[in-house]
Nanobody
């Protein structure tokens, strides 16, 4: 079992930045592809970013490409999401997830373990 705990969310003005962290425990995440998803009120959960087990391959959703950066520190068992140039449309609960494979995937059904989420609110 892998337990994931997100942190770093909060209220920020449009154009600002936040760095989300996802701390894992119970098992090393070094053999998992990792992803970030988000869910806005009354909307379905959507893919944000993913990174392969070794950090070589990344994948981003179109709305965040060029503004968000996913990274990982396997030694610290932690995954990060650096968010810049934030927009009100980025307001959502952000979830970290550990995938069933080593690569990158945007499909939430391919992720086995999920955190509880952290709220990000971007004001205009």
């Amino acid at each position: 079992q892998v337990q994931l705990v997100e942190s770093g969310g909060g209220l920020v003005q449009a154009g600002g930045s936040l760095r989300l962290s996802c701390a894992a425990s119970g098992r090393t995440i070094s053999r998992y592809g990792m992803g970030w998803f988000r869910q806005a009120p009354e909307k379905a959960r959507e893919f944000v970013a993913a990174m392969s087990w070794n950090g070589v391959t990344t994948r981003y959703a179109v709305p965040v490409k060029g503004r968000f950066t996913i990274s990982r520190d396997n030694a610290e068992n932690t995954v990060y999401l650096q968010m810049s140039s934030l927009k009100p449309d980025d307001t959502a609960i952000y979830y970290c997830a550990a995938g069933s494979g080593l690569g990158v995937t945007a499909g939430p059904d391919k992720y086995v373990y999920w955190g509880q989420g952290t709220q990000v609110t971007v004001s205009s």
